[in-house]
């Protein structure tokens, strides 16, 4: 059994992965998940509510203090640990996603036989992709108290985009305090050569059935995927922010992160 736990902030690249990761376990014959298992999201959404048409298969969870929490934004189903039967759950959940930082307490909620994959992306790039998304209908819906359907009009709001600005730096700090813990995927390097980093990740697993790389590489496709999800998978092309980034936004994410993005090798060029 292959048990996974895939971290990274939201729009980094975690539904490629989440996609890879399914089709490699499922080839396996060892796919599994505790939302369908237990059924416990029937009653919340219609297939039309959905961002993917996969996310009630995806176990999504935060952990708060001895609460684990199985999420679908904006619902939360709550269970102390010493009632949730984690052992069930582990057993159940081949695949444990979380958009909440790195952090030990997963490691001990989910067992060290369960190994981490934490996807990184340029985070200009996660910024503008996390602000359109909050303008899909399917969000809105979810969210009526969000009141902002166009993206220029939510970008324009003060502070708003320093705010998610800071919130991806200290999700990337996070990360560097545990990275020795986790296998690191680019989201530039999966979309340039997908193969090698299907590789990397089938060897982190220590996968070593023989496994389909063909098929992955066309159920992954950003074609197949933009078919499947359309409002989850958007343009998949670089420097998108570029178009929605006003002087005051460049300015705030060169203060608050610029050398996070440094550091990261995402501006080796100057490219702003």
């Known amino acids: 059994?292959?048990?996974?736990?895939?971290?990274?902030?939201r729009k980094s690249g975690n539904y490629l992965n989440f996609r890879i990761l399914k089709a490699i376990?499922?080839?396996l014959g060892i796919w599994s998940s505790?939302?369908?298992?237990s059924n416990c999201?029937?009653?919340?959404?219609?297939?039309?509510d959905l961002a993917f048409p996969e996310e009630l298969e995806a176990d999504e969870v935060l952990i708060d203090g001895s609460n684990v929490i199985l999420y679908k934004g904006p619902h939360r189903l709550r269970y102390e640990s010493n009632q949730f039967n984690l052992n069930l759950f582990n057993r159940k959940s081949?695949?444990?996603?979380?958009?909440?930082?790195?952090?030990k307490e997963h490691f001990d909620f989910f067992g060290p036989e369960r190994k981490w994959i934490y996807v990184i992306r340029d985070g200009r790039e996660v910024i503008n992709s996390f602000m359109h998304f909050l303008v899909t209908p399917v969000l809105l819906k979810r969210h009526p108290e969000y009141k902002i359907n166009d993206v220029k009009?939510?970008?324009?709001?003060?502070?708003?985009v320093e705010k998610h600005i800071k919130w991806w730096k200290e999700d990337i700090d996070a990360f560097n305090k545990l990275q020795n813990q986790y296998l690191l995927i680019r989201y530039e390097d999966i979309t340039s050569d997908k193969s090698k980093q299907i590789i990397r990740i089938l060897d982190f697993l220590g996968v070593s059935t023989e496994i389909d790389l063909d098929a992955i590489l066309v159920e992954t496709s950003f074609d197949e995927m933009k078919k499947d999800a359309p409002i989850h998978v958007r343009k998949g092309h670089k420097y998108d922010w570029k178009n929605y980034f006003s002087d005051d936004h460049i300015n705030s994410f060169k203060e608050i992160a610029g050398e996070t993005l440094i550091d990261l090798g995402y501006e080796k060029n100057n490219d702003w």
């Open 1 to 9: 059994m292959v048990n996974v736990g895939l971290c990274g902030f």
């Open 25 to 27: 376990m499922s080839q």
């Open 34 to 37: 505790y939302n369908l298992y």
């Open 41 to 48: 999201w029937s009653s919340f959404f219609q297939p039309q």
């Open 94 to 103: 081949s695949l444990v996603w979380t958009h909440q930082a790195a952090m």
């Open 153 to 160: 009009e939510l970008y324009a709001i003060p502070g708003y």
